[in-house]
């Protein structure tokens, strides 16, 4: 069973960074899908940025150049660096992970799901 703990969110002014983590448990048997998710109050899920453990490429929803998604060596824990925030970035974020076989931002690909960590910016 894969569990995904989130963290490293927080509040933070406009133009600030965060750096999220998620922690996954349980065993990975060889290169698998990660993805980020958020959640904004009132609206579906949507997908920010996915990647396959076992390749250098990502993909990113209009999130690209201000988020980069990345993996330790093991590809058991997933990091979002997220720079220039801005008030539409306040959302719960969360965790994903699949089997593939293809990596996408959409949710029904994903069966494994973190708790969220809510990220809010805002002066």
């Known amino acids: 069973q894969i569990q995904l703990v989130e963290s490293g969110g927080g509040s933070v002014q406009p133009g600030g960074s965060l750096r999220l983590s998620c922690a996954a448990s349980g065993r990975f048997y060889g290169p698998h899908c990660m993805a980020w998710f958020r959640q904004i109050q009132g609206s579906q899920r949507e997908g920010v940025a996915a990647l396959n453990t076992g390749s250098p490429r990502a993909i990113y929803s209009d999130s690209k150049g201000r988020f980069t998604i990345s993996h330790d060596d093991a590809g058991n824990t997933l990091y979002l660096q997220m720079n220039s925030l801005k008030p539409e970035d306040t959302a719960m974020y969360y965790c994903?992970?699949?089997?593939?076989?293809?990596?996408?931002?959409?949710?029904?690909?994903?069966?494994?799901w973190g708790q969220g960590t809510q990220v809010t910016v805002s002066s």
């Open positions: 994903a992970a699949s089997y593939g076989p293809g990596c996408s931002l959409v949710e029904v690909d994903y069966p494994y």
